[in-house]
């Protein structure tokens, strides 16, 4: 009896492991988006935007993303002696070939590897400088989708701005992610 039982068991495990190693291999392909707070800090300056991201993905490790942030936490810099310059974003836009881990149909390691434009403006004294740079960036992070549809995406980005001497940025982001 006690073999008939085992092999039952064994029966409907092995029954049931293709459905579970299909759905693990065949996360949702297609359209998402994302929405949510992005820091961008470098040179000793921490400023905060709304960054969207369209995206699509092609298969189960493939896929390319755009992004557009727009700044809403201003910050201050002391540029001399009792003089400070306010900094903010102005915009940020990007273009990303993404490749993804599927750890399970909810979870997803993410890497990416694109080209943006960022622009800043500061003012101090009454005169406004702006300054914008192209820059090379690279990242990680993680994404889990709740209910196949709606979830929560964290990534870090480094972006290389071009140009000798031309600095960097670390740029860390929370945002709701939707698949469509």
């Known amino acids: 009896m006690k073999s008939l039982i085992a092999a039952a068991s064994v029966a409907v495990l092995a029954s049931a492991a293709p459905a ?9 392909t297609g359209v998402y ?3 949510g707070y992005t820091n961008f800090s470098g040179d000793d300056i921490d400023l905060g935007a709304i960054q969207g991201r369209l995206g699509y993905r092609l298969n189960n490790w493939l896929g390319v993303e755009g992004e557009l942030a727009g700044g809403v936490k201003n910050d201050k810099v002391n540029i001399a002696p ?22 399970t149909p909810q979870w997803d390691l993410i890497g990416r590897v694109g080209y943006g434009h960022t622009k800043a403006t500061g003012s101090a004294g009454g005169i406004d400088v702006s300054d914008s740079g192209d820059s090379w960036n690279f990242g990680a992070g993680a994404q889990y989708h709740i209910d196949g549809f709606n979830g929560i995406r964290a990534d870090y980005t480094r972006e290389e701005f071009q140009g000798h001497d031309a600095g960097h940025s670390d740029v860390w982001s929370v945002a709701y992610s939707r698949r469509f």
Do not use: M
Request: proline share 6%; no cysteine; net charge negative.
């Open 20 to 28: 579970f190693a299909q759905d693990t291999a065949s996360p949702h």
């Open 82 to 103: 009792g003089v400070d310059a306010k900094v903010k974003l102005d915009h940020q836009e990007a273009i990303y070939g993404v490749g993804f881990l599927p750890l």
């Open 33 to 35: 988006a994302n929405l």
